[in-house]
């Protein structure tokens, strides 16, 4: 074994409240043959292990696992994770204790959301910007504002070579040391983009078209879609400066895209690609944290794994892109908890529509604030009952939203009646949400 790796063992070995020593570390590292060093603020174990030939495992092969109790290291870890495989790498960080562990796969995300960026920036000057500070800058993708095309949404993403360039370049944009254009920016992670498996995608018939004018129509989307071979387009559906176009039959989507992608509506530059098909049950059960009850998953009619493929739908991957109509980054778990108000603890008046999407966790809250986002007026519930064959009063709501467009889509009503009024309610804003 390297002396230094002793000299490492016996200094970590210290830090064990002075009831423990190295002798456990020291031990591992004789028994598995790997070495241990302390970079960057972690201790690394292996990477690669000992007799390792050829590259390092693909993405996709590591996992995050979080809230590992202080006084816990690598002897006690190693034995654990290597029931599931052959460790290539750990590395160890100590910010969590006195929980259960949490493991999930870690994303090797290498691209950044940067916001509050002047509108008046155009792609070219966010890049080159992006490039003074930062190292391994791909490309920057900046998407034009719903009503003014001259201007950009006040945001941007910046993809890096690497997940590494992308952590080195989060931490070099910390709020405060980098000042662009003399503006205090914001920087995270954003939200990483969605993957479907190619065989799914070779079944999608629905485009989605961005950068439309806020004012143009249904019609004119579905008539410039259908100019290439008429009557190729089966719907329309239309949000803000976006649509999905809906096709019956696959090859006549493909060939539309191919011709419609850059093409011109109403002065307007669009972008054409394929949809992203949703799974209800994966999307809808993210958007609020894993928090729906199993009582109401069953009352809304989730379908089950194995059902196998589902129908496009035609939304975007992700709700709060919907809710916005920007990317932005994905909402953390919210810590459903309650905390004491101190004395003089200051408490400031806000709007429920100046907070974020991880505050809510009600379905009906999450429909108000989508309409709103969406300059909607605020949505109507109607109370519906009949009584069952044993005399129980059973309850429906429907939900009208008067801003939509086509009549025959503004209003929507689960196929399930509740026992309670509240129980009927939530289950309407959820059906209205999968729907919208």
Not at 42 to 52: C, D, L
Not at 181 to 189: A, L, P, R, S
Not at 347 to 376: E, G, Q, R
Request: aromatic share 10%; net charge neutral; charged share 25%.
């Amino acid at each position: 074994m390297h002396e230094e790796n002793k000299a490492a063992a016996n200094g970590w070995g210290k830090i064990r409240n002075g009831a423990q020593n190295g002798a456990a570390l020291l031990a591992l590292m004789e028994k598995t043959g790997y070495s241990m060093v302390q970079q960057n603020g972690q201790r690394k174990f292996g990477g690669p292990p000992p007799g390792w030939e050829g590259p390092p495992p693909p993405r996709g092969c590591e996992v995050f696992v979080g809230k590992i109790p202080r006084d816990m290291y690598e002897d006690e870890l190693v034995p654990v994770f290597e029931r599931a495989g052959k460790i290539y790498e750990l590395r160890l960080m100590m910010e969590f204790s006195g929980k259960f562990i949490g493991v999930c796969v870690s994303l090797d995300n290498c691209r950044l959301f940067i916001g509050a960026i002047p509108k008046d920036k155009k792609k070219e000057e966010i890049l080159n910007e992006m490039k003074k500070v930062t190292e391994g800058v791909v490309d920057v993708i900046v998407y034009p504002n719903a009503t003014d095309k001259t201007k950009n949404r006040g945001f941007a993403f910046v993809e890096y070579e690497s997940h590494r360039a992308a952590a080195m370049a989060r931490r070099r944009l910390i709020p405060g040391t980098f000042q662009p254009w003399g503006h205090t920016i914001q920087v995270d992670w954003a939200d990483p983009e969605k993957v479907v498996d190619e065989e799914t995608m070779q079944r999608v018939k629905v485009l989605y078209v961005r950068n439309l004018m806020i004012s143009t129509t249904e019609d004119k989307i579905k008539a410039e879609f259908n100019k290439f071979k008429p009557g190729v387009v089966e719907r329309v559906k239309k949000l803000r400066d976006y649509a999905f176009v809906h096709f019956f039959h696959r090859e006549d989507a493909v060939a539309a895209m191919s011709i419609m992608n850059g093409k011109c509506i109403d002065g307007a530059s669009i972008e054409v690609t394929l949809a992203k098909p949703v799974n209800k049950e994966s999307s809808w059960k993210q958007h609020f944290n894993g928090q729906i009850s199993p009582s109401s998953e069953n009352l809304l009619g989730f379908p089950n794994k194995e059902d196998g493929a589902q129908k496009s739908l035609g939304k975007p991957a992700n709700l709060s892109v919907r809710l916005n109509g920007q990317h932005s980054p994905g909402p953390p778990e919210v810590e459903r908890s309650t905390y004491p108000i101190f004395p003089g603890i200051k408490l400031t008046p806000i709007s429920m529509y100046s907070l974020k999407l991880c505050h809510f966790s009600s379905a009906v809250m999450h429909l108000d604030y989508f309409c709103h986002k969406n300059s909607w007026a605020p949505p109507e519930y109607c109370l519906y009952s009949t009584t069952s064959q044993d005399g129980k009063i059973l309850l429906v709501y429907k939900v009208l939203i008067s801003s939509i467009a086509d009549d025959s889509q503004n209003y929507f009503m689960p196929e399930k009646l509740c026992t309670t009024v509240e129980d009927a309610k939530e289950l309407a804003a959820q059906f209205t949400l999968l729907h919208l």
